[in-house]
Structures are given as C-alpha cells and as structure tokens.
C-alpha cells in the first residue's frame, strides 16, 4: 500500500464526487455532516469505498461509509488502517 | 440418470443424487474480490455439511417448524438452506440489516411469520443482538440463535417431507405495515426450477450465477438452486461487492464460464456507468455468457443498447440478452426467452395505451418484450374490475395459474383469498393468482407495461411510497396527516425519487430549512436506504390534493 497517501487528496476527490451526485448542492462539503443527511444514496455510499480503495490501494469494505458516515469519521478510520498496516508491515 | 432425476420430486432428491454419482463435483463456488479469495464446496462436501445441519435442526424440534435465515453472502446460507428442505424445517430468507430502525422491520416479520429460531452466523449474531438492544418496543421475543457453534452428535433419522409441504417464506411484497409472506412448497420449486430449465435453455452441469441476493427470489431459486438441481456449478459474490466495483461480475462470469447470469435492469446500467476505460479488461471473455437475464424491475431498451456496445468488444453477444417475468409469488420465472433471442421492443400508440388499448405506432412508448410465456403456466389478461377475459388488443391485470404458482401468504387467509384464489367472471373451475401487473400477450410473447397499485421499483426493489411517506411524518417538525408526498419524476430518460414534506407552521419559522432537509434525508435513510433527487419542506397546505383530500403524485412532480 501506498505509505504517503495524500490525505487531502482523497478528501477533495470524496467531496467532489458527493457534490456531484447530488442534485442541488453549492459545492461545499460539511466534514461532519453524514452522507445519508446530504443525501446521499447507498449505491452512493459503496462508490466512497472504491474511491478509498483508488487511493490507498488496499482493499475496504464496500460498507466502511455506512459505518464511518462523514468524511471526518472516514479519515479518521483510514489513519487507523494506515498505522495498522504499517505495523503488519514492520512485523 | 437423466432418467431417473426426472422423476426427481423433492430437490434434495436431486442433490443427495448428486453426491453419489458426482461428489467431487464443484458444487458451489463464493468468490467476494479477486480468485484468490475464492470459497469452494463439492457436492460431497455440500451435502455432508447439509446433512449435519439437518441433524441439528432435527435433534432441536423444528420439523415444520418455521426458523429465520439471516446470513450474509456466503456458503453458510447455502448448507443452512438446504439443511432446512431436507429436514422438512421452513426457512424464511432475510437480509441482514444495518441498523436497529431496519431490524425493526425484521422483527415486524419474524413475528409475523412465527419463527422459533434465527440462524446466522456467530459474528452476525453479535451484531445483530446489539441492534436487538437499541430497539424499545416493550415486546419479548421468544426465538432461540443457532450459529456455526451449535453442533449435534446425535444421529437420527429425518422425517418424511411431502412435495406438498411448504418448503420456505419468502418475503418480497408487501408495505412494511402488512409483510406478506410467500408460502412455497416443495413441488412449487422443482416445477419452476423445470420451468427455468426449459425457458433458459439449460444443460445439466449448467455454470451459472452472478451478485444477487440469496435472500431474495431471483438470487436464491435463479442463481442458487437452478445450478445445483442439474448437477451444476453455483458461482456467486456479494451485491455489495459489485456495487463497490461492477466488473467484479462480469470477471466472475468471464473466469468460471457463466452461461447463465440474471440482473435488475440497473445492475447493466452500473457496469455502463462505472466501469471504467482506465479499467484492465484485457482478459475479460463474455462469449460465455448466452443468458444475460433481466429482470425484476422494467428492462430498458437504452441501458440494453449502451450495455451492449460497451461490452460486445469482450465477446457479450446482444442476442444474450434475456428479459424476463417472474415473482415470488410463482417461485420465480413466468416468461422469458427462448434463448438468444435478445431484446425486442413494440412501439405502441402512447393515447390508446393510456387508455388500455395496444395500437401500434411508429413513434410511441416502446415496451420491451418479456419473452415467451413459460408452458408452466396458464396466463389470463383480465379486466380487473369486470373480471372478464381482456380482448386481444387490450391491457389487462396479469393471471397466472399452474404448479409454480405459491400456496398464498402466511397467516393472512384475506390475502390469500384475493390473491391466490381468484376466478374469471365466466369459469369458476379454475383459480388464479392476480398479480397485480398489467400487460398484454403478442403470439406467446408477454409485455409488461405497468402495476395498478402504486409501487415504486427502486434499484430492484419494490418500495411503497407510503412506507416512505410515513417515515417522513414521523419527523417530528413534520405536519403529519397525509401532508407528505413520495413520488417519481422524470428527468430526461431517469427517474428520479422525490418528496415534498409540509412542516408545521411553528417550526417553518423557527427552524432553519436546511437542517430539516438534512434530517428528514438522514430519517429515510437509515429505515429504507433511499435517498430523494429532490426534497422540498414547504409550508401545509402545498401538496396538491383532489377533492377528496387524496394526494396528487402527478401534480407533485410538476410542482418539483
């Protein structure tokens, strides 16, 4: 997996797919507002996966953003990831 | 052998079969990313573990007893489901839920069909006991866990199970408020699994799957017991796994040679818009695949052209294509194919349709065939007010009667009667099941062209809008009454879900517009998994209703 992934990158990359899959929205993204409250919708939800995975090139769980609702959460979780693969790595 | 299985009346018949003659045949394979990942069971292997289960269930008393089935994707749900037809235990299939809101509509079912047990998988339980806890309803629940932990070595004979004998529950239709639970009996299933031999074209030792859900019609009789009842190769991944990443089906298929492959119309509509160019496809191989089954919600001959140009570079042939009919409530497949005989469209004059007449046009609605109308069935168009026979050129409620045909909704004799034991005006000899949907038949050929209750069909799902609606009443700035509407709109060729939510007076001038959006979009969420295109909160008195305070659905979309 790729050590330095670049953290604001995949947060810009979530937040531009989210404004573009709902209707209406100004373009800002609220890092602690859940995805389901901006509405969006669950196929949504899964994409945010793939999108993660694109990144870090590592395999996550299609559901890690019902579990992890805003992109706050979802980084948080990630750094979590990183530093255990780290250590599996270092092992 | 062929010979003997065809007068095969139970299907564990056939799989007990199987083990015998071909036990180091691949039964079943579960592969959730990439081939390394793989799962696989031989027919041996699956039956010994079928077999052990059943000992179980047994030594525990469920004989005709009913037991819930919530597992995630996997090889578990296969043995424990066959475990339940061969000991003659009635499994009802339930997805597994996220979260407590949604569990409560489990529940709402488990109590409805009177399940004594749950069977799932240790993980699956701990997460589902604590949702359990969240849920404050006051009610005791009385059924018992059986996970991979509960063993038996007890051996014992299993009782006689009867072709008559309701085999599984499975819960597709119905609001939330009233769960209607189809009662499928054993011969039900290896006559429709004859049905889909004969329409889908299938040889014995036929490879087939795909992404679909096990607990749900179309995954569990199409994908899974199909294969396994001509001695095949069931090959499957979770849903969520190709949603996440869509060519993970189509290598399924080009990898282990599908030959047979079913999805809703928006499973073809995800591979056109998220696979990729950047995507490594050099490998892929779909001139395997000769039955590209859609089904479950309208076929859309655009998603179907779109689909086909994107893919017959990698060998899917656009005769594959394989529209069909089916539900539930008759096991599962009533029309479709024969095979390769891809997608054919009528252009019908859209006036005359409306008002139930079928003229053709050159410029009009087009109406995708449905296939051939399986010799399993007797299907009637019928006035469904008059119940007479519909004339030729006229749109009537479908009617179907034959050995697929379910035995009626559990613990629901009203329903039951309505639906299942329906009679033409002219011929009390003969019941039928009303399916709700309308269409009409060309030369054997059956089209769909819409429900005359008000469903939406969702991503496969059918989703009532009142369900939706009261969910958004439940909001607790919401107006309430019937001051809330879900419906469809049309944006160019997709459509869009969308609501209209009146607020309180109160709170319209106290509480900030956005944030009530947001709350009302996160409350649907967590109980359905939609979201709308469009949400408006607005102030009472909005939704356009007609005289007799009826929601206008039609005049809403315009509004919107």
Redesign the interface.
């Known amino acids: 997996m790729n050590k330095s992934f670049c953290k604001n990158t995949l947060i810009n990359d979530i937040s531009d797919y989210i404004v573009m899959r709902i209707e209406g929205n100004n373009g800002e993204i609220q890092r602690d507002i859940s995805f389901s409250r901006l509405g969006l919708d669950s196929a949504g939800h899964v994409q945010i996966s793939a999108i993660i995975e694109d990144h870090m090139q590592i395999d996550v769980s299609p559901t890690v953003a019902f579990d992890h609702p805003t992109i706050n959460s979802l980084i948080k979780y990630i750094d979590e990831l990183t530093i255990a693969h780290i250590e599996e790595a270092e092992l | 052998m062929q010979k003997q299985l065809t007068n095969t009346t139970l299907f564990m018949d056939a799989i007990r079969k199987y083990a015998e003659v071909q036990p180091d045949h691949l039964a079943c394979v579960f592969q959730p990313?990439a081939i390394d990942t793989a799962q696989q069971l031989s027919y041996q292997q699956l039956y010994q573990q079928i077999e052990a289960r059943s000992q179980l269930m047994v030594s525990l008393g469920y004989h005709n007893k009913v037991v819930a089935l919530l597992y995630p994707s996997g090889l578990d749900f296969v043995i424990n489901f066959l475990a339940c037809l061969n000991s003659g235990v009635i499994a009802v299939p339930l997805n597994v839920t996220?979260n407590a809101k949604q569990l409560e509509r489990t529940i709402d079912i488990i109590e409805n069909a009177n399940v004594c047990a749950i069977l799932t998988t240790e993980d699956t339980k701990i997460q589902l006991c604590d949702q359990l806890q969240e849920i404050v309803d006051g009610r005791k629940h009385n059924f018992a866990w059986l996970t991979e932990q509960n063993e038996t070595t007890l051996s014992q004979s299993l009782s006689v199970v009867k072709a008559s004998d309701i085999a599984f529950i499975q819960y597709t239709s119905g609001s939330t408020s009233s769960p209607k639970g189809v009662m499928v009996s054993h011969s039900n299933i290896v006559d429709n699994m004859k049905a889909i031999e004969l329409s889908c074209g299938l040889q014995k030792g036929v490879v087939l799957g795909g992404w679909l859900p096990q607990f749900h019609d179309m995954g569990l009789i199409g994908h899974m017991l199909s294969p396994l009842y001509l001695g095949g190769t069931y090959i499957f991944m979770?849903p969520?796994?190709f949603?996440?990443?869509p060519s993970r089906w189509l290598q399924l298929i080009s990898h282990y040679r599908i030959f047979c492959s079913a999805a809703p119309n928006f499973g073809y509509e995800?591979c056109v818009k998220?696979i990729s160019d950047r995507e490594d496809l050099t490998d892929l191989d779909l001139s395997c695949w000769k039955v590209a089954l859609n089904g479950s919600e309208p076929v859309s001959a655009k998603t179907m052209a779109a689909f086909a140009q994107k893919f017959s570079p990698y060998g899917f042939n656009v005769q594959s294509f394989f529209p069909s009919y089916g539900m539930a409530e008759t096991t599962l497949l009533v029309s479709g194919g024969p095979l390769q005989s891809g997608i054919s469209v009528l252009n019908l004059d859209k006036d005359s349709l409306s008002k139930g007449l079928v003229t053709q046009a050159q410029v009009g609605v087009d109406i995708v065939c449905c296939g051939e109308i399986s010799p399993h069935f007797t299907l009637k168009i019928v006035d469904p007010d008059t119940l007479q026979e519909c004339s030729k050129n006229q749109v009537g409620e479908i009617w179907l009667n034959g050995d697929s045909v379910a035995q009626g909704y559990l613990n629901n004799p009203v329903r039951t009667k309505t639906d299942f034991q329906a009679m033409l005006a002219s011929d009390n000899a003969k019941q039928y099941l009303r399916t709700g949907d309308l269409g009409f038949v060309v030369n054997n050929q059956l089209y769909v062209t819409g429900r005359i209750k008000e469903v939406l069909i969702i991503?496969g799902r059918n989703l009532y809008p009142y369900d939706i609606e009261r969910t958004c009443n439940s909001y607790p700035y919401a107006n309430g009454g019937n001051g809330t509407s879900v419906f469809t709109y049309q944006c160019g060729t997709e459509t869009k879900l969308g609501a209209i939510v009146e607020i309180n007076k109160r709170f319209l001038a106290t509480i900030d517009e956005q944030v009530m959006?947001?709350?009302i979009?996160?409350l649907v969420?967590?109980q359905h998994?939609?979201?709308?295109?469009?949400?408006l909160v607005t102030r009472p008195g909005t939704i356009p209703k007609t005289t007799s305070g009826k929601v206008k659905r039609a005049a809403c979309a315009t509004l919107i």
């Open positions: 990313r996220r979770p969520m796994n949603i996440q990443r995800h998220l991503r959006t947001q709350d979009n996160a969420f967590a998994e939609i979201s709308f295109d469009k949400l």
